[in-house]
């Protein structure tokens, strides 16, 4: 199994709108993983490549994005409001993506790349 640098981090100008996503590779449970990062109204947010329908990955090509910015899910066509995570279309509606912890370090996300404990959106 290829290691991973403990952490990860992302600049910030590589996240310039609502368009942006960057793909983050983490490990959950010693399995390789995948997380969204992308910026919202109040900042950032990271969410994990899982969709609470069924936990399959969120996208085909790597852009779980439609064309407003909200998150999609291409297996059943799930849409999550990007700001909160919740989902509010599809078959999944109220259930919300998991939040992958990170900081803001200077002018970069930094992103522990072995996630213990990912946060379901409330
Ligand atoms: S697995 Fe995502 S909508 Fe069904």
Same mark, same amino acid.
């Given at each position: 199994m290829n290691e991973l640098p403990e952490f990860q981090e992302i600049p910030l100008s590589d996240l310039p709108d609502e368009h942006a996503v960057i793909q983050v590779p983490?490990?959950?449970?010693?399995r390789r993983v995948l997380g969204y990062a992308m910026r919202r109204t109040t900042g950032f947010v990271v969410y994990l490549d899982s969709c609470p329908h069924f936990g399959s990955p969120l996208s085909d090509d790597g852009i $779980?994005?439609?064309?407003?910015?909200?998150?999609? %899910?291409? *297996?059943?066509? *799930?849409?999550?409001?990007?700001?909160?995570?919740?989902?509010? @279309?599809?078959? %999944? *509606?109220?259930? #919300?993506?998991?939040?992958? $912890?990170?900081e803001v370090? #200077?002018?970069?996300?930094?992103?522990?790349? @072995?996630?213990?404990?990912?946060?379901?959106?409330?």
């Amino acid at each position: 199994m290829n290691e991973l640098p403990e952490f990860q981090e992302i600049p910030l100008s590589d996240l310039p709108d609502e368009h942006a996503v960057i793909q983050v590779p983490l490990m959950k449970k010693k399995r390789r993983v995948l997380g969204y990062a992308m910026r919202r109204t109040t900042g950032f947010v990271v969410y994990l490549d899982s969709c609470p329908h069924f936990g399959s990955p969120l996208s085909d090509d790597g852009i $779980p994005l439609d064309a407003t910015g909200n998150v999609t %899910c291409s *297996a059943h066509r *799930a849409a999550f409001n990007r700001e909160t995570g919740i989902c509010f @279309q599809g078959p %999944c *509606a109220g259930k #919300g993506l998991t939040e992958v $912890p990170f900081e803001v370090t #200077g002018e970069a996300l930094r992103i522990r790349t @072995q996630i213990a404990r990912p946060r379901p959106t409330p």
